[in-house]
């Protein structure tokens, strides 16, 4: 016989077993008294009542694994976090470095190498930190936003927007689109506005 067949008669004498417990809990029905009637409703309230915390406790269990792995996947793209905030004053001090070497292109082959050198290097440190979603914040001409940027002073600035940026006094840096260093900036004040007293 084969294993098709074999199912096929299991199959039949479940059908039969089923059909048969159904006939049995039918007469049985039809054969109680009325204090078993009313034991059997408390019985199948109770059967409704264990469903529902089952199915609650599925839903919570549902819960707590969505939750779980939201906090590893954070943890995986936010782990860098503080290895980057260590790394970013060496990408600003080579960014200092080739700044000061900027127009002294007379001064000699020494100087011109050094800063060749520079730059190689913070193009490599900079495209590392692209690589782990690490972006820098240069915001010039944007609106000032207080979750993203730091003000360092209002200057006036009649070309710029109001309360927009007008010098990056230091870059800051973004992981996987979160802030991990805001920008030092100067904002724009408006011309009409009140002088405010810094002595006070």
């Known amino acids: 016989m084969s294993t098709d067949e074999n199912r096929n008669e299991q199959i039949d004498e479940l059908k039969a077993a089923a059909e048969a417990a159904a006939e049995d809990s039918q007469a049985s029905e039809q054969e109680t008294e009325p204090g078993e009637t009313s034991e059997m409703e408390a019985l199948k309230e109770q059967v409704k009542e264990f469903q529902e915390q089952v199915l609650r406790s599925q839903a919570e269990m549902q819960n707590v694994r969505r939750r779980a792995e939201m906090d590893v996947e954070k943890a995986h793209k936010f782990a860098l976090e503080k290895f980057v905030k260590e790394l970013l004053p060496v990408a600003d001090s080579l960014e200092k470095a080739v700044e000061s070497t900027e127009g002294q292109e007379n001064s000699g082959d020494l100087v011109a190498s050094i800063r060749q050198g520079v730059e190689m290097t913070l193009n490599l440190l900079e495209s590392s930190l692209k690589k782990f979603n690490v972006e820098p914040l240069n915001p010039i001409g944007e609106p000032f ?11 006036s600035a009649p070309d710029a927007e109001p309360n927009s940026v007008v010098a990056v006094v230091q870059k800051g840096y973004l992981l ?24 006070a």
Do not use: T
Not at 145 to 155: C, F, Y
Not at 176 to 199: S, T, Y
């Open 176 to 199: 996987n689109g979160r802030v991990v260093r805001p920008a030092m900036v100067m904002v724009a004040k408006a011309q009409d506005a009140p002088k405010i007293d810094e002595q």
């Open 145 to 155: 936003d207080p979750q993203r940027h730091e003000a360092m002073s209002l200057v």
